[in-house]
Structures are given as structure tokens and as C-alpha cells.
């Protein structure tokens, strides 16, 4: 197989037009009052949510984690964790029709750029569907220098020399998101993930898999409790450990914010799920925040609203 990667999205991308294609066809439309409401955030934690956004408005979202701490005199020092390196990504999402929303982003680490689109397939309803479900792809690319290479290295066949590509920068990530509302205060979410990255570590796979499970607990008319933990596969954490985050959300019309301790840097997917956590087992954390501010296409509505009084 010349190129797997190739053949791999090309199949991940028609089981995902095939399955937009039947949802549309037994399901058109987005939410109506029959549906059930899932998160506020397009993004749980780390992880997607089955969420997508109004399609009269588009997002701009800032994600930013601080320094790792650890419990002792040092947290204070560095004013937990705001005196050392952070990672902070910027993205834009757009919508696409009532169930789809794409968007693109930076992250400061690596340098990173990354693009994702997410479909809902079935939305949860009264006397309908259980839970909601949608597909979730991002590819992403790193813009850094590559780190300079020893003389005489070789790929891990041991006989090809190893050389730096273009593609080598290049990492991509499929997921697939089920949620469900259980009443007013709980939802909960299992995400598995698919993980290819074109260039690993000496030792480690292209590919993995993980499984995200997350939730919001509702504790107000507009604040929650989030949790995420994603389990890895095929890749061993130096720790032995599996990222883990806990937050407090506030959510308004235009608005969401969380604030976040969370066990990993990383903002991007298949670093989020390619990279050791911290040692939260020891009481090591990182401090951070996700932002969305969402932007409202008044006229578009006025027209609607004028079109269905």
C-alpha cells in the first residue's frame, strides 16, 4: 500500500458523506422543539462535543492552558502557573447549513495550524432518537523548523535514511461523538478517536486510538460542572497515566466560558492524544481557560422571524 493515509481519509470521508447523506434524506432540518439540547460549547474539554452552532451566527474561540504546577511553594511563586510557558490556540468556526460547522485555527505550540469539519448525524429527541450522534475530522500541520538530525539516522526499517518531508508535519484525526441528555442536570459523552500522525517518535506507532468520556453536570440556570478523561491506545504515556480535565462552565447567549485544571497542555487533537499528561496523580495540573464568543447574524434573523411570525 503506497499510501495509506490517502486510503484512510478516503474512507473515513465517504462512511461520512454516506451518513450525512442518510440523515438528511430521513431527518432534514436541525433542531426543533422536540430536540433535546446536549452542551452549550461546541467543545467539551479537550474533545468535541455533539454540539454545532447556530447556523445564523460563527464563533471565535480562544483556548489557553498556563505552566504546570505542582503542590508546593513554586504555585505561589508563579502565581499558578501564569509566569511560565503557555500553549493558546485562536480559532474561527463557521456554520455550514443546520448541521455542519467547520472551522480553522492556530496553536502556539509547534506552531501548529489545524482545520476540522463536524456533522450531526442524529439529534436527540422526544419519542425519537436516544442520543445524539455526530462525526467529528481535523488534519493539522506544523510550521516549526524540523529538529536537526544525526548523521548516519535512519527510519525504523533500519536501512531507508531518514531525510525530513513536507508531509511529515502533517497529523489528522477522525472521531466519532455520542452523547446523551439523561435529564436537566446530567449529559454524558463517549467520543472514540482515531489518530494518524505521518512522522512518530523512534518507538511509537503512526497511528492510535483513544477514548474520550466526558460530561457536564448542571449546577445553575447558566453554570455546569465538565469532566473529560480520554483513555489511550496504542500509545504508552511515560507516566503510565491518560489525560484527565475537570472545569466550571458559565454560559450566556453570547458567551461560554470555562475554567479548566487539566492534565495536558496540548490543544490540538492528535497532540492531546500523542503526548505523557502530567503527574495529576502526584498534583501536578495546569491552570486554563476556553472562551467562545459567538456573533449573531441580526439581520438574517429579522427576516426569518418577519418570513414565520
Not at 13 to 41: C, K, L, V, Y
Not at 242 to 268: D, V, Y
Not at 291 to 308: A, E, N, S, V
Amino acid at each position: 500500500m503506497k499510501n495509506p493515509v490517502s486510503r484512510i481519509l478516503l474512507l473515513h470521508f465517504m462512511i461520512w458523506w454516506m451518513a450525512a447523506s442518510a440523515s438528511a434524506q430521513t431527518n432534514p432540518g436541525n433542531a426543533d422543539e422536540s430536540s433535546i439540547p446536549q452542551f452549550r460549547n461546541s467543545i467539551l474539554i479537550n474533545a468535541p462535543s455533539t454540539a454545532v452552532m447556530n447556523p445564523n451566527s460563527f464563533e471565535f474561540q480562544i483556548r489557553h492552558r498556563f505552566g504546570l504546577m505542582q503542590p508546593d511553594l513554586q504555585l505561589i511563586k508563579d502565581f499558578l502557573g501564569t509566569d511560565l510557558t503557555a500553549n493558546i490556540q485562536f480559532r474561527f468556526a463557521f456554520p455550514l447549513g443546520k448541521k455542519m460547522m467547520f472551522g480553522a485555527g492556530r496553536a502556539k505550540y509547534n506552531k501548529t495550524y489545524d482545520v476540522f469539519v463536524k456533522r450531526l448525524i442524529l439529534q436527540q429527541r422526544e419519542g425519537g432518537p436516544a442520543f445524539a450522534l455526530a462525526l467529528y475530522g481535523a488534519g493539522a500541520i506544523r510550521s516549526t523548523e524540523f529538529k536537526e538530525v544525526a548523521p548516519n539516522t535512519f527510519f525504523e526499517d533500519g536501512t531507508t535514511p531518514f531525510k525530513n518531508k513536507f508531509n511529515h508535519r502533517l497529523q489528522y484525526t477522525g472521531m466519532l461523538l455520542v452523547s446523551r441528555n439523561f435529564n436537566h442536570l446530567l449529559t454524558l459523552q463517549f467520543s472514540p478517536a482515531f489518530v494518524y500522525r505521518n512522522l512518530a517518535e523512534a518507538g511509537e506507532s503512526n497511528y492510535s486510538f483513544a477514548i474520550p468520556i466526558g460530561g457536564s453536570i448542571r449546577t445553575g440556570l447558566s453554570s455546569s460542572l465538565i469532566f473529560e478523561y480520554a483513555y489511550l491506545i496504542r500509545y504508552e504515556t511515560e507516566n503510565k497515566l491518560h489525560p484527565l480535565s475537570i472545569g466550571i462552565e458559565f454560559g450566556t447567549t453570547g458567551h461560554t466560558f470555562q475554567i479548566i485544571a487539566s492534565s495536558t497542555t496540548a490543544l490540538t487533537d492528535a497532540e492531546t492524544y500523542c503526548s505523557s499528561p502530567s503527574d495529576y496523580d502526584q498534583g501536578e495540573f495546569l491552570l486554563g481557560f476556553n472562551l467562545k464568543r459567538t456573533f449573531w447574524h441580526k439581520k438574517k434573523i429579522m427576516r426569518q422571524q418577519q418570513l414565520h411570525p
